[in-house]
């Protein structure tokens, strides 16, 4: 059973940083994909970051946090983060870190790629 908790979701003011942590357990984490997804109220579920299973350079992101956000991994602690700076409040929403099970060699920006999701975590960044 795969498990997947997010943390770090807060309020901050525009212009500041928060980093999100997603703890996995259940599988080997290091032979998967991950990714970062946001649902704002009102909205559909929108991709935001990707990476493969070993991290590094193998990175994809949505050009609207290209170059703010930065998600990275390590595997020895089974945990993906997502480091956001330069914080808007069109990023306020409910972020969720999946897993993707079928294709660990290459970020995926579609959720139907993704086979495991956490509960997300709540990031609010007030004007």
């Known amino acids: 059973q795969v498990q997947l908790v997010e943390s770090g979701g807060g309020l901050v003011q525009t212009g500041g940083s928060l980093r999100l942590s997603c703890a996995a357990s259940?599988?080997?984490?290091?032979?998967?994909?991950m990714g970062w997804f946001r649902q704002a109220p009102g909205k559909e579920r929108e991709f935001v970051a990707g990476?493969?299973?070993?991290?590094?350079?193998?990175?994809y992101y949505a050009d609207s946090v290209k170059g703010r956000f930065t998600i990275s991994r390590d595997n020895t602690k089974n945990t993906v983060y997502l480091q956001m700076n330069s914080l808007k409040p069109e990023d306020t929403a409910v972020y969720y870190c999946?897993?993707?099970?079928?294709?660990?060699?290459?970020?995926?920006?579609?959720?139907?790629?993704?086979?495991?999701w956490g509960q997300g975590t709540q990031v609010t960044v007030s004007s």
């Open positions: 999946a897993m993707n099970a079928r294709n660990p060699y290459q970020p995926e920006s579609k959720a139907y790629e993704y086979d495991y």
């Open positions: 259940g599988r080997t984490f290091s032979t998967y994909g």
């Open positions: 990476i493969n299973w070993s991290g590094g350079r193998s990175t």
